[in-house]
């Protein structure tokens, strides 16, 4: 057993301890190491931006090497710089301003001295801060958990294509219904995950830089000739965020809000996936593959147990309940600032975690199962019954009188056979060719457009009823 054997089983929660390996490619964005690399960059990029900008003369105009070896300083940014800002923290117990002293040092070794006192100028601490958690969170969505979404949507589409002509049984209520495929209900999801995904990304991240209480004040004092308005949006824009200006001292974390609510949407599909998965798995009408070595139960030796489904649906509620958490608190701060957001903001990891924790199960449980379509046509055949709907339908496009209620008298709460049907259809009083097409139906036949709707990725290409 090695030293990080170790550390994992003795880790407090099971991201940092059994699922490490598993949310690992998180840490780079969400670790005390890495908001600490955020804040560097954050600080470093706002010095670049001050030498550049016009009318600031004591920010000495910087060279492009002088910029990149500044810029080397987050982009090269590794553990002793991490330790030793955490040196500094401990020290003044004060995380940002660890940031400024330790940069100080590094400009000092640099020899940008002169540009010592333009660090973390008329800064306060959430203009560093609300950058650098908007950065992560950013950065985080598009790099880690769309690449894991995109993953799953192909599975889930792959289902849809193959098993687009493969009949199934439909449960409303539990109940036995009209027949649908299994790919129409698979591309349901797909339809439904995609655009998911698509509100999500479309979600523009806000960042703001306007000091202490919001006003510009230590900026307007110090350079009254400075449009700081512009200056301030132009800075959040080159970050590559949304510039906001009319705030308190926080940012008010509304985008952010509305990117957990986003996430937390996409949570809820993909709960409902998993648990119809899981009874598909029940109902014989997935099969799962049995990997060698694994036990699925530790008495019953033949159970092969349907757990990344449940896995899934386990990791789904633990990050839907702290991304609640987050879209209700994080927007809501006494007066011009409280620092209750700021204890809460160093867990988003956590539901990023469990978001890409359930998303990489979901998806491995996905790859492991194959459609029994033998399954699937018998349990169909089984129940002749929902044709009764399309009997009643026929009957009422050829005037019959209240078929609904006859339909409802012969078959309603009872165990029909298909000649229990072709009987009934028998004593009807219709014409010949209507009493052919009543008896050639099949409850594998009554799909409607089932196979068209699992095929269909673009619904703006119907076009409008004219």
Known sequence: MTTDDMTRLAALGPLDGRYRADVASLASFFSEAALFRYRVRVEVEYLIFLSRARGIHFVPPLTPPQQAALRALYRQFGDDDALAIAAWDRRVNHDVKAVEYWLRERLTTLGLTGHLEAVHFALTSEDVNNLAYALMVKEAREMVLLPALESLLERIRQLADEEAATPMLARTHGQPATPTTFGKEMNVFFMRLRRAINDMMAIKITGKLNGASGVFAAHHVALPQIDWLKFSRAFVRSLDLEPILLTTQIEPHDTLAALCDALKRIG???????????????????????????????????????????????????????????????????????????????????????????????????????????????????????????????????????????????????????????????????????????????????????????????????????
């Not at 491995?364 to 349990?379: C, M, S, T």
């Not at 002749?384 to 709907?389: D, I, Q, R, T």
Request: glycine letters at 6%.
């Open 268 to 466: 809820a599909i993909l709960t409902d996936l998993s648990q119809d998965c899981w009874r598909y798995i029940s109902d014989g009408y997935l099969v799962q593959a049995a990997r060698a070595g694994e036990v699925g139960s530790s008495t019953m030796p033949h159970k092969v147990n349907p757990i990344d489904f449940e896995n899934a649906e386990g990791n789904l509620a633990l990050a839907g309940a702290l991304l609640e958490l987050f879209s209700r608190k994080l927007p809501v701060s006494r007066l011009q600032r409280d620092l209750s957001d700021s204890t809460v903001l160093r867990n988003l990891g956590l539901a990023f975690g469990y978001c890409l924790l359930a998303y990489q199960r979901l998806l491995r449980g996905l790859q492991k199962v194959a459609v029994d379509r033998a399954r699937l046509r018998r349990d169909l055949d089984a129940h002749p019954e929902v044709l009764a709907e399309a009997i009643q339908t026929i009957l009422r496009r050829e005037g019959f009188a209240e078929p609904y209620e006859l339909l409802k008298s012969f078959s309603r709460g009872r165990a029909l056979t298909a000649e229990d049907i072709a009987r009934f259809i028998d004593s009807l009083l219709v014409s010949d060719a209507v009493r052919a097409e009543l008896q050639a139906l099949a409850p594998a036949a009554y799909i409607g457009l089932a196979v068209k709707l699992a095929q269909l990725r673009d619904e703006a290409t119907v076009g409008n009823w004219t």
